[in-house]
Each structure stands twice: as structure tokens, then as C-alpha cells.
């Protein structure tokens, strides 16, 4: 069995966040460290980990994800200037917090997605 984080505590309300839409799939709230005017989580409310344990049953789950980051785009304002949606998996990914999150990422150019390393 997957271990909870605090993912789990936010979607269930144990724990405070500035959530900005739930529904019976997903959940979505602030990210606690903002690295751009807005940037929010776009959570499944059952517990995936990594992208590695999605199981093809999640396939309606992941999609809800995808609706839900275009209306959170508009609903904030930024869906004409564009935006970034990024999973991270894993060491290499840089993943945290090991309950799948989509970051929508936007209101200020983001540059290139990653360094090159030369
Ligand atoms: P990642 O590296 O993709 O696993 O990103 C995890 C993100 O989760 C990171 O940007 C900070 C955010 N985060 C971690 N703990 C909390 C929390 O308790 N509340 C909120 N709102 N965000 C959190």
C-alpha cells in the first residue's frame, strides 16, 4: 500500500491549503513555495504516487486533471499568455511530495523549460 502524504490531509481537509476547486477526481490548491504569480497543484484525490503507478483504470483521473488546468488557466487570467504544466517523476524528476501533482506554472515568461548543461 502507497504511504499518504500531506497531499491526502489537504484533499480531506485535515490540513489547511488555499484550495481553489475539488471535485470528485481532483483537487487543486496553491503551491506552498510559488515560483510565479500563480502556481498551483492539480492533485488526484486517489493516492498515485509517481507517474510510474498510474494503472490504465486512472486514465479518466489524469485527463480530469488536464480539463481542470485549462479552466484554472483562465479562471486566473493567463491562458492568452501562456502557461506551464509540469509532473515531475522520480530522483531525476526532482519529485517531492510522492502523490502525483500537475504545477501549472504561469503569469510571467518562464524561459526555457530546462538548462542545457553547456
Ligand atoms: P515536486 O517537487 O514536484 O514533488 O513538488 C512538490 C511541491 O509541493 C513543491 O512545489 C511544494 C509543494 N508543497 C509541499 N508541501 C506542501 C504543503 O503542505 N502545502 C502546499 N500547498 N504545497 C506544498
Known sequence: M?????FSKIISKEIPADVLYQDDLV???RD???VAPTHVLIVPNKL???VNDIEPEDEVTLGRMLVV???IARDEGISDDGYRLIINCGD???QEVMHIHMHLVGGRPLGRMIKRET
Open 92 to 94: 531525476h524528476g526532482h
Open 48 to 50: 498515485i504516487p509517481t
Open 32 to 34: 506552498i513555495n510559488p
Open 27 to 29: 483537487t487543486v490548491f
Open 69 to 71: 488546468a485549462k479552466k
Open 2 to 6: 502507497a504511504e499518504e502524504t500531506i
